[in-house]
């Protein structure tokens, strides 16, 4: 099927025979280590009357830094978290520092973490219409990562949020997703594969530009952002196999 990812979908197996949300986080955890992204978290962003206390749910940060950052609500200032609101893709901190126009006290955020061996971090943000806007940050002290690996922590994150909550008592709202049709699941079943939208189309013969209306159309149907959270959705509902 060309292109994949043999360590992620190894990962997303393990996942779907998890039964609590924690060993969920865990496993993800486990598997991040090997880029170099020792510590982490997941939250929900919080709104105008909430503070990141009530929104986070989970993480692995060390004390005095977790302790400093929602006694300063750091998240409200922080490049790494406002950089969310610009790009539905995965992002470092450097990204959001070099991309941004942040103050130098906002930027000096990002530069207080590697005081607790947190120099690099990467970012997944986590929107859809589902399950409201959240975000996967994890860091370590050397990150040198390939195009690749941010490819598989990118689908790895997505999947391990999706898990999460469908495992979750307190999710937001039940997950009734609507049903794809035959050409839109194999659209996305070769995009999983790591496909364009011009090599989908030689495949089922039929244009480049139709083959991406159906992708947009999956995208569309599941309330996502972009198509690797299509795919992670397809994948968790079995609407695709890989």
Known sequence: MGRTYPAVLDLIERMDTLAQPETVWQ???????????CRGGL??????????????????????????????EYVRRDPAVLHTGKTVDPFT????LILGDYSKNDRTIVYEASEFKMVEGFVVPLLS???????????????DLSRRDKAEVHLAAIYCHARIRALSADRRRDLVLPPLSTRERECLRWAAAGKSDWEIGEILSISEKTANAHLERAKTKYGVATRVQAIVFALRTGAIKI
Do not use: C, N
Request: proline letters at 5%; charged letters at 25%; aromatic letters at 16%.
């Open 27 to 37: 496993s993800f955890l486990k598997f991040s280590e090997d880029y170099g992204l």
């Open 43 to 72: 939250a929900d962003l919080p709104g105008p009357h909430e503070s990141l206390r009530q929104t986070i749910i989970y993480d692995t940060w060390p004390d005095d830094w977790r302790k400093r950052y929602l006694e300063k």
């Open 129 to 143: 219409a589902w399950s409201g806007t959240a975000v996967i940050t994890m860091a370590g002290d050397h990150l």
């Open 93 to 96: 901190w450097s990204d959001a």
